[in-house]
Antibody, heavy 127, light 111 residues
Framework: QVQLQESGPGLVKSSETLSLTCTVSGGSISTYYWSWIRQAPGKGLEWIAYIYDSGSTNYNPSLKSRVTISVDTSKKQFSLKLSSVTAADTAVYYC?????????????????????WGKGTTVTVSS | QSVLTQPPSASGTPGQRVTISCSGRSTNIGSNTVNWYQQLPGTAPKLLIYTNNQRPSGVPDRFSGSKSGTSASLAISGLQSEDEADYYCSTWDDSLNGPVVFGGGTKLTVL
């Protein structure tokens, strides 16, 4: 079955750029949305961004100015870059596979859910 | 401040039925479908319910979801100790908040 594995530095210095990669195994990277989600210590889930296999992207408005998401279909990997990090960016970062589309023929109702998640990787921002 | 509103906590005894609510707006729950994720302690979230009321393969039928207007609910019947976890609702949001939004999460305690 499809598995996702996050990788990247566990410690990033304040004001620098956080870079993470998610590797997809056991399945295709095509026709899915690939997302990054994070969870600060003791807090809830925060969606960061997704990229479709075609390269189209969508970002959380609150993070958009600092986030870049990219995909390398040949390597079955997608990546996250978050610039100018601060202590508030300390979190567990998850990658996930998303499924989405129009829910009914009206064209007004949309569905989007994340059915496969990585185990997460902890990133700490140090001063 | 999360876009979707959930109670921070819920509890029940083994065998009981528990419901967790998720409140939103016309641009999110009112227009689009709702999902629920279960996060057991120290683990990654897991998809529990998708498109309002569908269960992925392997999820027991003790878990059910529903949606009405701008609110959604997750019901757990025959509560078991292993259901103790955090539960998050999520949906698509057509406004500037979106597109993917979560509730703040509900910590379910099995007494």
């Amino acid at each position: 079955q499809v598995q996702l594995q996050e990788s990247g530095p566990g410690l990033v210095k304040s004001s620098e750029t956080l870079s993470l990669t998610c590797t997809v195994s056991g399945g295709s990277i095509s026709t899915y949305y690939w997302s990054w989600i994070r969870q600060a210590p003791g807090k809830g889930l925060e969606w960061i961004a997704y990229i479709y296999d075609s390269g189209s992207t969508n970002y959380n408005p609150s993070l958009k100015s600092r986030v870049t998401i990219s995909v390398d279909t040949s390597k079955k990997q997608f990546s996250l870059k978050l610039s100018s990090v601060t202590a508030a960016d300390t979190a567990v970062y998850y990658c996930a596979r998303g499924v989405g589309g129009y829910y009914d023929s009206s064209g007004f109702s949309y569905y989007y859910y994340m059915d496969v998640w990585g185990k997460g990787t902890t990133v700490t921002v140090s001063s | 401040q999360s876009v979707l509103t959930q109670p921070p906590s819920a509890s029940g005894t083994p065998g009981q039925r528990v419901t967790i609510s998720c409140s939103g707006r016309s641009t999110n729950i009112g227009s689009n479908t709702v999902n629920w994720y279960q996060q057991l302690p120290g683990t990654a979230p897991k998809l529990l319910i998708y498109t309002n009321n569908q269960r992925p393969s392997g999820v027991p039928d003790r878990f059910s979801g529903s949606k009405s207007g701008t609110s959604a609910s997750l019901a757990i019947s025959g509560l078991q100790s292993e259901d103790e976890a955090d539960y998050y609702c999520s949906t698509w949001d057509d406004s500037l908040n979106g597109p993917v939004v979560f509730g703040g999460g509900t910590k379910l305690t099995v007494l």
